[in-house]
């Protein structure tokens, strides 16, 4: 098993078989399941894993502790991508007990067939437990992303057990940079919660942390105030880059014509960065990630059956349940005869917070005319201001 430290081991395991995580989001380089555990006088496992991985788990899990026996089991979270296997674990350690929040304990019955109630600790905020040289210390994180989360903090080494704070997508033998995929897993997963997030950063603030070890990607050891600044960032909903998404939808193609002109037009006027998205082919939830990540959007969308085509109205209810908000947006609308798009979409926009709508719309009756290219450059101008 890898070796985090002398005395903390990674049991966890890669799924590379998976295709879409919670169901929607794709994973090109599929997932991992995070497990540790902490050799000592009582010997701890940090969570279980999903039921796509219980044999090679449960194998690592042997493997580690060779004669040992585990004295307790922490629950961070029930999601079952990481709470699949505690019965599997008390069938095969029935003198293991399991540590876990009042709320968790309470949810735990949803879970499993057995009840496991003799064998819960229920530990409240700051409340420690010591193994003999390791001492967990426990903090709630209600809504990062479940109610019942909570993190640990290991006094002696230094290292956060941070749930699925700070986690990403992809398998730990994937070499891609840590920014993009844990942006894209933060916004869809996290995002609706930044209030929450915000509250357990001031809890992390206080701790003088070495090592952050999530539940999903990999092991965090250096520039940690990389990582925690972004997630402040994210957090807070601020744009961590100056540039423009365009999320556009283009039936026939006439509105992705306009789309490519308006990009030429924005990178004329300043624009330091333009990034398209194909809102009925790309991957909403990259698309989403972008969103997020720069400080303007300019939606483009067909009008269809006098209303908003689908996957705009999509996009922007994705918008509004992840909380997106301090972003100015612009709108491009096409219609043959009844154009409606841009109702539509100030209808849903005006139920974000804290959003700058630029006030010039570009309407397009079909095929995009000269005039149109002049509002367009109007449009760029106001919203690179």
Same mark, same amino acid.
């Given at each position: 098993?890898?070796?985090?430290?002398?005395?903390?081991?990674?049991?966890?395991?890669?799924?590379?078989?998976?295709?879409?995580?919670?169901?929607?989001?794709?994973?090109?380089?599929?997932?991992?399941?995070?497990?540790?555990?902490?050799?000592? =006088?009582?010997?701890?496992?940090?969570?279980?894993? *999903?039921?796509?991985?219980? *044999?090679?788990?449960?194998?690592?899990?042997?493997?580690?502790?060779?004669?040992?026996?585990?004295? %307790?089991?922490?629950?961070?979270?029930?999601?079952?991508?990481?709470?699949?296997?505690?019965?599997?674990?008390? =069938?095969?350690?029935?003198?293991?007990?399991?540590?876990?929040?009042?709320?968790?304990?309470?949810?735990?019955?949803?879970?499993?067939?057995?009840?496991?109630?003799?064998?819960?600790?229920?530990? #409240?905020?700051?409340?420690?437990?010591?193994?003999?040289?390791?001492?967990?210390?426990?903090?709630?994180?209600?809504?990062?992303? &479940?109610?019942?989360?909570?993190?640990?903090?290991?006094?002696?080494?230094?290292?956060?057990?941070?749930?699925? /704070?700070?986690?990403?997508?992809?398998?730990?033998?994937?070499?891609?940079?840590?920014?993009?995929?844990?942006?894209?897993?933060?916004?869809?997963?996290? /995002?609706?919660?930044?209030?929450?997030?915000?509250?357990?950063?001031?809890?992390?603030?206080?701790?003088?942390?070495?090592?952050?070890?999530?539940?999903?990607?990999?092991?965090?050891?250096?520039?940690?105030?990389?990582?925690?600044?972004?997630?402040?960032?994210?957090?807070?909903?601020?744009?961590?880059? +100056?540039?423009?998404?365009?999320? %556009?939808?283009?039936?026939?193609?006439?509105?992705?014509?306009?789309?490519? =002109?308006?990009?030429?037009?924005?990178?004329?006027?300043?624009?330091?960065?333009?990034?398209?998205?194909?809102?009925?082919? *790309?991957?909403?939830?990259?698309?989403?990630?972008?969103?997020?990540?720069?400080?303007?959007?300019?939606?483009?969308?067909?009008?269809?059956?006098?209303?908003?085509?689908?996957?705009?109205?999509?996009?922007?209810?994705?918008?509004?349940?992840?909380? %997106?908000?301090?972003?100015?947006?612009?709108?491009?609308?096409?219609?043959? &005869?009844?154009?409606?798009?841009?109702?539509?979409?100030?209808?849903?926009?005006?139920?974000?917070? +804290?959003?700058?709508?630029?006030?010039?719309?570009?309407?397009?009756?079909?095929?995009?005319?000269?005039?149109?290219?002049?509002?367009?450059?109007?449009?760029? #101008?106001?919203?690179?201001?």
């Amino acid at each position: 098993m890898k070796k985090i430290t002398d005395s903390i081991s990674y049991i966890g395991v890669d799924d590379k078989t998976i295709d879409l995580f919670e169901s929607q989001y794709i994973v090109p380089n599929g997932v991992s399941y995070n497990s540790y555990i902490i050799h000592d =006088e009582k010997t701890t496992i940090m969570d279980t894993v *999903d039921k796509r991985a219980t *044999d090679e788990w449960l194998k690592n899990v042997e493997e580690d502790l060779k004669n040992e026996k585990p004295h %307790y089991l922490v629950v961070s979270h029930l999601e079952p991508d990481h709470s699949a296997n505690i019965e599997k674990l008390v =069938e095969k350690y029935p003198e293991i007990k399991i540590i876990l929040s009042q709320r968790a304990a309470t949810m735990l019955p949803q879970f499993t067939n057995k009840d496991l109630s003799d064998k819960l600790i229920i530990v #409240k905020e700051a409340e420690e437990i010591n193994l003999g040289t390791h001492t967990l210390q426990f903090f709630m994180a209600p809504m990062v992303h &479940w109610p019942e989360v909570m993190v640990t903090y290991e006094k002696t080494e230094k290292i956060l057990f941070s749930a699925d /704070g700070f986690g990403k997508f992809g398998t730990l033998d994937t070499d891609e940079e840590w920014d993009c995929e844990a942006r894209r897993y933060y916004f869809n997963i996290v /995002g609706k919660y930044g209030a929450q997030v915000q509250a357990l950063l001031k809890k992390a603030a206080t701790l003088d942390i070495q090592k952050i070890c999530p539940l999903h990607g990999p092991i965090l050891t250096e520039d940690l105030g990389h990582y925690i600044e972004k997630y402040d960032i994210w957090s807070s909903y601020k744009p961590e880059k +100056d540039g423009v998404l365009v999320a %556009y939808n283009s039936i026939h193609g006439n509105t992705k014509e306009a789309v490519l =002109e308006l990009e030429k037009i924005l990178k004329e006027n300043g624009a330091k960065k333009v990034v398209l998205s194909d809102l009925s082919r *790309d991957d909403m939830a990259e698309t989403i990630e972008d969103a997020f990540k720069y400080d303007k959007l300019i939606i483009a969308s067909p009008t269809y059956d006098a209303g908003l085509f689908p996957t705009t109205e999509k996009f922007l209810r994705h918008l509004k349940h992840k909380n %997106y908000q301090k972003r100015k947006i612009a709108l491009i609308e096409n219609g043959s &005869w009844a154009p409606m798009a841009a109702k539509c979409m100030k209808e849903i926009i005006s139920e974000l917070k +804290d959003i700058t709508l630029v006030e010039k719309v570009v309407t397009i009756k079909t095929k995009m005319t000269e005039e149109n290219r002049k509002e367009m450059i109007e449009l760029a #101008k106001e919203i690179l201001i």
